[in-house]
């Protein structure tokens, strides 16, 4: 679900606004955790650089490292639960583990019997360029630029307003993230508008290319948790803005994503 920054501070706004309604008294579900001395995460290891399984059977990536230190900073172990992302949130409703820490984002319609955390990732779409281009920074800069897309995506929208705001702007609609990528190291297109995991991919597998400026899109991934566990749910929320302040969110980006993993 990729959102635009309007979308998603109203999604975010009308999720925070829902939680801070719920029942103040105190539950038992962070007790709980810290008496069992784990804390169960459900992930679906097919995902990587966030959730994937090396030829040993280790779980590796982005969110594996992000639920140890979650679960280190409750003074608790992580277990995993693997699980497919299509029944991730029915898993978490029937008590088969505490949280979702799996690269998912808020869904409005889950918010009655779920809780999103802030987000920890921004998974939204970024300006690619070549490697040696120095004349487009960021999205004010593509006034009369080539940009590739991928048809049909959210990077695809995007441009469809940005061209009636810049009439110059030239769109090339390919099939795929890659091949709209390989136009710009190719040097058919000026820049590529594509998410930030496929962007940082081709950088790290083919290169020649460079990812600039800010995100124009917001995807925002969440640590979900069942919306009764309110002292378990806001611990979690307080340790996600622990880990922004202190650039540990930053380190886990630039190992997993943008280092593909190193």
């Given at each position: 679900m990729l959102l635009g920054c309007g979308s998603l501070l109203l999604v975010l706004a009308t999720l925070?606004?829902?939680?801070?309604?719920?029942?103040?008294?105190?539950?038992?579900?962070l007790a709980r955790i810290r008496e069992s001395g784990v804390l169960l995460?459900?992930?679906?290891?097919?995902?990587?650089?966030?959730?994937?399984?090396?030829?040993?059977?280790?779980?590796?990536?982005?969110?594996?490292?992000?639920?140890?230190?979650?679960?280190?900073?409750?003074?608790?172990?992580?277990?995993?639960?693997?699980v497919d992302v299509g029944g991730i949130h029915d898993g978490l409703l029937a008590h088969k583990y505490d949280a979702i820490i799996s690269s998912v984002p808020p869904y409005p319609e889950l918010s009655k019997e779920i809780s999103f955390s802030r987000p920890y990732?921004?998974?939204?779409?970024?300006?690619?360029?070549?490697?040696?281009?120095?004349?487009i920074e960021g999205i004010q800069d593509i006034p009369s630029a080539s940009i590739a897309i991928e048809v049909g995506s959210t990077a695809d929208l995007e441009m469809r307003s940005l061209v009636e705001k810049f009439p110059n702007l030239t769109v090339r609609r390919l099939s795929s993230p890659d091949l709209a990528l390989e136009e710009v190291r190719a040097g058919r297109a000026d820049a590529a508008v594509v998410d930030t995991i496929s962007a940082y991919e081709f950088v790290g597998r083919v290169g020649g290319v460079k990812v600039v400026g800010s995100p124009i899109t917001v995807e925002p991934y969440v640590v979900s948790t069942r919306r009764v566990d309110i002292g378990l749910s806001r611990e979690i929320d307080r340790i996600i803005g622990e880990l922004q302040?202190?650039?540990?969110?930053?380190?886990?980006?630039?190992?997993?994503?943008?280092?593909?993993?190193?």
């Amino acid at each position: 679900m990729l959102l635009g920054c309007g979308s998603l501070l109203l999604v975010l706004a009308t999720l925070w606004a829902t939680r801070s309604q719920d029942n103040l008294a105190p539950d038992r579900s962070l007790a709980r955790i810290r008496e069992s001395g784990v804390l169960l995460v459900g992930i679906d290891p097919t995902y990587p650089p966030f959730e994937s399984t090396t030829d040993s059977g280790d779980l590796v990536g982005y969110d594996v490292d992000l639920a140890r230190e979650v679960a280190h900073r409750l003074g608790v172990t992580v277990s995993f639960v693997a699980v497919d992302v299509g029944g991730i949130h029915d898993g978490l409703l029937a008590h088969k583990y505490d949280a979702i820490i799996s690269s998912v984002p808020p869904y409005p319609e889950l918010s009655k019997e779920i809780s999103f955390s802030r987000p920890y990732y921004n998974a939204g779409q970024v300006l690619v360029v070549r490697s040696d281009a120095n004349s487009i920074e960021g999205i004010q800069d593509i006034p009369s630029a080539s940009i590739a897309i991928e048809v049909g995506s959210t990077a695809d929208l995007e441009m469809r307003s940005l061209v009636e705001k810049f009439p110059n702007l030239t769109v090339r609609r390919l099939s795929s993230p890659d091949l709209a990528l390989e136009e710009v190291r190719a040097g058919r297109a000026d820049a590529a508008v594509v998410d930030t995991i496929s962007a940082y991919e081709f950088v790290g597998r083919v290169g020649g290319v460079k990812v600039v400026g800010s995100p124009i899109t917001v995807e925002p991934y969440v640590v979900s948790t069942r919306r009764v566990d309110i002292g378990l749910s806001r611990e979690i929320d307080r340790i996600i803005g622990e880990l922004q302040d202190d650039g540990t969110l930053g380190r886990l980006q630039k190992q997993w994503v943008e280092g593909s993993g190193k």
